[in-house]
């Protein structure tokens, strides 16, 4: 695996459920973002806004399970199986950005 790889030069090829459903779930927090602009724009009080980008967060976090849960699966699984350990320091970095 070349370390220095831009993250755009690899894929990942996704079944249809799994693109409908992360799709879904990003649409959804497209929404809610949306909505939290409108807010400000409409002079909402403060921790009503505040109770809304919590919800974001929220979201965005559930977001973040569910890919790293399928990465892991996937991605991981096979790289694993095929001897390419270095999936594994590429794993414990993209969660020690997670885990805050």
Known sequence: MDNNACC??????????????????????????RGVRSMIESDAYCIDVLNQVSAVSAALSA???ELLSRHIHTCV?????KGERETLDELVT????LIK
């Not at 699984?77 to 199986?81: A, L």
């Not at 993209?94 to 950005?97: G, N, V």
């Open 8 to 33: 755009c030069e690899r894929k990942k090829k996704r079944s249809e459920e799994e693109y409908r459903a992360l799709i879904n779930r990003l649409s959804r927090i497209e929404g809610q973002v």
């Open 63 to 65: 977001f973040s399970r």
């Open 77 to 81: 699984r096979e790289d694993i199986i």
């Open 94 to 97: 993209a969660l020690s950005r």
